[in-house]
């Protein structure tokens, strides 16, 4: 009876990292916004600017943080309410976006005036799934994260991944359909049983997603297949949870990927799989986003360990693999940790925050539980982290030890969304609603 108690809470656990999943091309941009003379920081993408969690230390990046979180020092500019969503909030120069599951039967993109939170426009479509019977705590809402593109002749796309693998390109103006695939009928893939979970990609022409069982490369302006690989056929649920990176790895500009069971490099032109390593986790419960540290990858799994991988280039006949330079028992569950120097600040499986030396893969400090996740940002030597209940933390990039600067509650409902900070403004996505703050 213990064991099924024990069984039953385990898979509860997992489905809330299935749900979650929770896309390196640099995309940070300081747009000049209309009739205003300075320009203003933009959050177009999954964990920002470049993918990675992390924000430029100089003036670019707007205002300096300031050290307390109270008051006056950080005040709510506007809320609206909302359905469901796990999606982050992406941020152009004067709008801000975020997706919805409305009545358990459509998904809904809405658009909202960055500076007053008054909706701008809205775009609906059927689409909504129910998850198995041991995930339905964690609800059955959209979770993929959108990606806005600014083409070279001004035109902003905005992409969005339905929960039923369905790619959905909009005019970010107006909310104008520009394109649609479902993924599904195009490929003869199953339904995601977790619903669709990795965020868009956009480099050049090309937008990039693991969908269809697979990992895809389409055509921005018009949904055209460019070419299709790493097909697991849909294998445990047909979801991938992870999202690509673009990176230059072993001399050679490659995709990281991380499917339910490899991580893998794949030339962006070509498809051509450049190397594939088998990485170890429970049931394919491979969350996390890659994180490039100098010339090799850093990933850690649940159910499995941490490690740095130096990739080994191979050709399309014969791809490559990747050696371990180092492996340790650290696991972490489903957030993606940022790099601050050579150490990677990771939460745990066991709702933990470690501080790990990249070097050796030693951790230099492990604190005491917190929540289930944490998305976190990085400028300079200071991080914030928003747990998904709702708090807050300002803590030091300091290997030496974990270090409080602050903490506040910014909300009671739940906070699983990526926290996005663009310039003095942070936008959290509640469970429920949308909350822009603002720094002093």
């Known amino acids: 009876m213990r064991r099924e108690r024990f069984l039953r809470g385990s898979i ?31 959050w177009a993408q ?5 993918r990675d969690g992390l924000l430029p230390a100089g003036d670019e990046a707007g205002p300096a943080w300031p050290q ?7 005040t709510t500019k506007w809320r609206v309410d ?32 960055r500076a007053t939170g008054k909706e701008v426009w809205s775009r609906v479509w059927d689409g909504s799934l129910s998850v198995p019977f041991f995930a339905k705590e964690n609800g059955d809402w959209i979770r993929s994260t959108p990606c806005l ?31 649609s695939v479902d993924c599904v009928e195009r490929f003869k893939s199953p339904v995601p049983a977790f619903g669709c979970v990795c965020s868009p990609l956009v480099v050049g022409d ?64 070509t498809g051509t799989v450049l190397w594939k390593q088998k990485v170890e986790a429970f049931r394919g419960m491979n969350i996390l986003t890659p994180v490039v540290f100098k010339d090799a990858i850093f ?18 006949e014969a791809p490559g693999k990747a050696e371990p330079l180092w492996t340790k028992k650290t696991e972490a569950y489903m957030s993606s940790p940022v790099i601050v120097g050579r150490y990677a600040y990771v939460h745990l499986r066991s709702r933990r925050v470690a501080c790990v030396d990249l070097t050796t893969g030693e951790e230099t400090w492990r604190t005491e539980p917190f929540g289930r996740y944490w998305s976190m940002v990085a400028r300079g030597d200071r991080i914030l982290g928003l747990d998904e209940r709702g708090d807050l933390y300002l803590i030091a990039a300091d290997p030496k030890a974990f270090t409080v600067l602050d903490k506040r509650k910014v909300s009671e409902a739940e906070t699983w969304a990526y926290l996005a900070v663009a310039g003095d403004e942070l936008f959290i996505r509640e469970l429920k609603s949308l909350v822009a703050w603002q720094w002093k």
């Open 46 to 50: 999954w964990r920002g600017p470049s």
């Open 299 to 316: 990933t850690s799994a649940y159910g499995g360990k941490a490690q740095l991988w130096k990739p080994l280039l191979g050709e399309a």
């Open 206 to 269: 090309a937008v990039y997603m693991q969908a269809g069982a697979a990992f895809l490369k389409l055509n921005k302006r018009t949904g055209e297949t460019l070419w299709r690989v790493l097909d697991d056929g849909g294998g445990m649920g047909g979801s991938a949870f992870s999202s690509p990176v673009l990176a230059a790895v072993g001399g050679r500009t490659q995709l990281l990927v991380q499917t339910r069971n490899d991580l893998a490099g794949v030339d962006p032109e």
């Open 82 to 113: 909302l359905g469901p969503s796990y999606s982050g909030p992406i941020v152009s120069a004067t709008m801000v976006f975020t997706t919805e599951t409305a009545d358990k039967k459509q998904e809904a993109v809405r658009a909202y005036d």
């Open 12 to 42: 509860v656990t997992m489905c809330v990292a299935f749900v979650l999943g929770l896309s390196s091309a640099p995309v940070w941009s300081a747009d000049p916004a209309p009739g205003a003379g300075a320009a203003k920081s933009t």
């Open 149 to 179: 593109d600014v083409d070279a002749d001004g035109t902003e796309r905005l992409y969005v991944g339905g929960i039923r693998d369905r790619i959905v390109c909009l005019n970010a103006a107006d909310g104008s359909e520009l394109w």
């Open 68 to 74: 307390s979180l109270q008051g006056d020092a950080l």
